[in-house]
């Protein structure tokens, strides 16, 4: 009996890792947003979510998932905007992630800003990608730009809308690496 108990223990804990990434989409004004998830190739598909204004949900993220999401305001049709890219357990285990505005440059309050969820409380944060106010230095504007984040962490804040009082101010950026790191590439 003893045997089937730590079987079931490793299997218990299996399954907490296989869900040990997330993501929590932070609504910063009072428009409700649509989460769609678009997985690279290979990567599980994730189910949309409703981020009711002023609110957060968190999303549980599979093992090694690379993709992107976007939001579309309610009302609004489904055209991808500024993209959530992200890369869990990559290259050497490290988590990948940046704010592309380059399928949508125009799309200025849907994705905002991309961070490790132990920088919530950082002002200015060290590790960041995408912008409080965009054209910003620390998002991407082509496909050579150097600005993808990396961090050991697995849980993120995706930042959504326009967060009140909000005013142009310098972000120090963390490591930044280029963009094939986040498309699940080494070269």
């Known amino acids: 009996m003893r045997f089937f108990t730590q079987i079931a223990a490793f299997a218990a804990a299996a399954a907490t890792l296989a869900s040990a990434n997330s993501v929590t989409f932070v609504n910063q004004d009072d428009t409700t947003r649509q989460i769609y998830f678009t997985p690279s190739a290979g990567s599980p598909t994730i189910d949309s979510v409703t981020v009711a204004g002023n609110q957060q949900t968190k999303v549980n993220i599979p093992t090694s998932w690379i993709g992107n999401a976007y939001s579309v305001s309610e009302g609004k049709p489904n055209v991808p905007g500024m993209l959530a890219e992200f890369t869990f357990q990559g290259w050497n285990d490290i988590t990948y992630f940046d704010v592309s505005a380059i399928v949508n440059p125009s799309d200025t309050v849907g994705v905002k800003q991309i961070f490790p969820a132990s920088e919530m409380q950082n002002t200015p944060k060290t590790l960041v990608s995408g912008c409080l106010l965009f054209p910003c230095a ?49 070269s």
């Open 138 to 186: 620390t998002a991407y504007y082509a496909p050579d730009d150097v600005q993808t984040v990396t961090t050991k962490e697995t849980d993120l804040v995706v930042t959504l809308g326009n967060a009140a009082n909000v005013a142009s101010r310098d972000i120090e950026p963390g490591t930044l690496v280029p963009r094939h790191y986040v498309l699940g590439k080494l």
